[in-house]
């Protein structure tokens, strides 16, 4: 009896053992919890949350079709070839990611663009926008503060259109400061680097150029100054010529009871043909008088533009500007030279997201009695563009 309880007892011992075994065997571990990308809306659509992290995420772009001509014997504001189709595609995608902190909302945003014009590819452009801001703080390469600020809403460009007319667009490296206050009040200071706007792409020196804006967005529209201090007026790479500055001040307003209809003002003062000029950033920034003289930006211009919203998809616009006394291009000489310009301009937009735009800007400047050329000039383009 007693060996046979041994060996009993030892069998169950043994299978209990295998048994352990095999349940051990097949324990499966608990899966990991999967985290699924989470919609932001504290920004607005498009945001989402980047997994593991409090930053929101926003990836967008647009595809551009455009085709367009110009001429003149002076040069024209797009800067097309004359008696010729200019075909342009464009690809852009931007990124803007956002978070808050105790100093308020920290930001990093990059637009890239890539571009075939007719047969050329352009990959000068595919830097577009790339900057960073904490709270009123903001770094990096954009627009110039002359062009447009984080808070000045509606001040900013020149007429209603894409291009905006003759207003002195141009980019630049920056650091700024935006102040946003009640009433909707705003205010910006910005130290801006021209270190590209000579031919070596080497800075002319080591002082900066300075833009201050000021200015006030409300329900009725907005009015606002801009004050741009340019360093050096000299773009040829030499040693620093002389200095000059820039005024603009301007009014946009919303007209009653026509919802996205509004009427802009804007007046231009510039004591040379320097950089916050409005001639600067178009076709036209030195053009050929006649007789060997090239000529640059006026004194003195104002600008006028109405836009009219005839419903949800269409709208259409009109501008006017005027200009006394060009100078002498990259000086403070004056040619004694006037102009003006015509601008229309309408936008369909039959489905959400897909836009049919066409702009026509025609100008006629003075040219120096006894020159053979033509100082009227024309150009124009139609646009397509699906946003996303």
Known sequence: ????????????????????????????????????????????????????????????????????TGDSDIGNYNGMANDQWHSRARGRIYFDARSETEYGLLRGYVRLDLQKTNTEFSGAQLVNHVWLSLGGFRAGWTDSAWVSTPQGGVA??????????????????????????SNGFFATGSIEFDETQNVSNLSNNYTPNLVGVVGVNQGWGAAWLKVGYDSDINTTGRDALDSGFGVSAGLHYNIPGAPGSSFRLIGYYADSDNTYNPLTGTGLAAWNTGLGVLAGGPEWSVLASYHHQFNAQFGASIGVQWFNDFYQAGTDISTGLDGWALELAAVWTPVQNFTVRTEVIYSDFDTVPGSVLDGDSISGFVRFSRFF
């Open 156 to 181: 900013a460009g020149g007429s209603h259109t894409d291009n905006g007319f003759f207003y002195g667009y141009h980019q630049t490296h920056l650091i700024q400061y935006n102040f946003s206050g």
């Open 1 to 68: 009896m007693k060996l046979k309880s041994l060996i009993l007892g030892s069998s169950v011992a043994a299978f209990s053992a295998v048994g352990a075994q095999a349940a051990d065997a097949i324990v499966i571990a608990e899966p990991e919890p999967v985290e699924y990308v989470r919609v932001c809306d504290v920004y607005g659509a498009g945001f989402f949350y980047i997994p593991g992290t409090e930053t929101c995420l926003r990836i967008g772009g647009e595809v551009r079709a455009q085709y367009g």
